[in-house]
Structure formats: C-alpha cells, structure tokens
C-alpha cells in the first residue's frame, strides 16, 4: 500500500446534499485506485465554526481545538481532492471557511475537484477554488472530475453510479495526483 495520504474533503454541508454519495463514490474509486491511503473530511462533521481564531493562520497559534484537529487531519495529507457544489457561481461558504482556518497546513500540496451540478457541472465553483489555492501554495492539477446534472446519476439506492467518462475522469486525476505528491512532499519538509 501507498504511503502517500489522500485527504477528501465533502464540502457541502447542506442536508439533503448529494455531495455526500458523490463523495463516497469518489472515496471507494481512489481506494481501488491503490495510489493512496484514503481519509476523509466532512465539512459537516467537521463543524468549524465562521473564523474564530484570534490569531492569523500563518502563526500556527491556534487556540480552539477544532481548529487544532483540523490543522493536524490538513497537515497528513499528501494530496486533496475536494468534492464541491457550485453556490451562485462560486464556492460554497463552509468550504471557503474551511480553507481559510489554516495556512501553511496547506502549502506545497496538490490537489483537484470532483465538482457537480447543473449544466456547468460545478466547472465555475472549481475555478474560484483556483483563486484561493494560489494564496494558500496549494497546486491544483488540471485533471477533474467535473460531473453536470448529477442527479441523473443517483440511483434510487441513493448511490452515484458513474459513466465511463467520469471513471477515466477520477482515474486520471488520481494518476496525475500520484505523481505530484512525491515531488511536492521534500518542500513540505523544509
């Protein structure tokens, strides 16, 4: 098995949300991917509350335990996939809250989107995510999953049942993220 450690992140926190059987179906295919030890973060059990820290993230001076939890779960990892919904073209504020309690947790990292919805598949929430991951260090590769009207691929099991074009998606990204994570890791270590 890989050394290399996987973080996901369910972005939504919405009840109801298909985030959550998008995720999971995502999370079974980077297992049988092999390329990595898979660990999960959902924001909705990650319960970070808006910003409280009194302290910039930069100083590493966390107070509050959540934040302390988040920081060591950010810090494991080798390489993120963020599983995001698009909010009025954008990314969702749980997610952009998330990402702003930490900083250097995040630096020298890649990572990609498996994004979802509409017509636009998520494609505009991923590119605002772009912005953000540039001030944190954070590399997202090209290679995504982007998957539009993704309610046609629940299945009245309440499971994603994926085409072929988002299995080469998922599979493409978790190859690009394999070979990235090496090379990023010795900057992480300085």
Avoid: C
């Amino acid at each position: 098995m890989s050394d290399l450690n996987l973080l996901v992140v369910v972005a939504s926190t919405r009840p109801g949300r298909i985030g959550l059987p998008v995720s999971q179906w995502f999370v079974e295919a980077a297992k049988e991917h092999g390329g990595f030890q898979v660990t999960v973060a959902d924001l909705a059990e990650e319960n970070l509350p808006f910003l409280d820290e009194p302290h910039h993230p930069r100083l590493r001076n966390y107070l509050h335990d959540h934040t302390k939890r988040w920081s060591e779960k950010v810090a494991a990892a080798d390489a993120i996939v963020f599983v995001i919904p698009e909010y009025n073209y954008a990314l969702g504020a749980s997610l952009k809250n998330a990402l702003d309690y930490l900083h250097h947790e995040w630096n020298y990292k890649p990572a990609s989107v498996v994004s979802y919805g509409g017509v636009a598949a998520g494609t505009r929430s991923a590119m605002a995510l772009h912005d953000v991951a540039y001030a944190l260090k954070l590399f997202m590769v090209p290679e995504a999953v982007n998957i539009p009207f993704v309610r046609n691929f629940l299945g009245d099991d309440g499971q994603i049942h994926p085409n072929d074009v988002m299995t080469a998606a998922a599979k493409g990204m978790l190859d690009e993220l394999q070979k990235v994570a090496p090379v990023l890791k010795p900057l992480r270590q300085r």
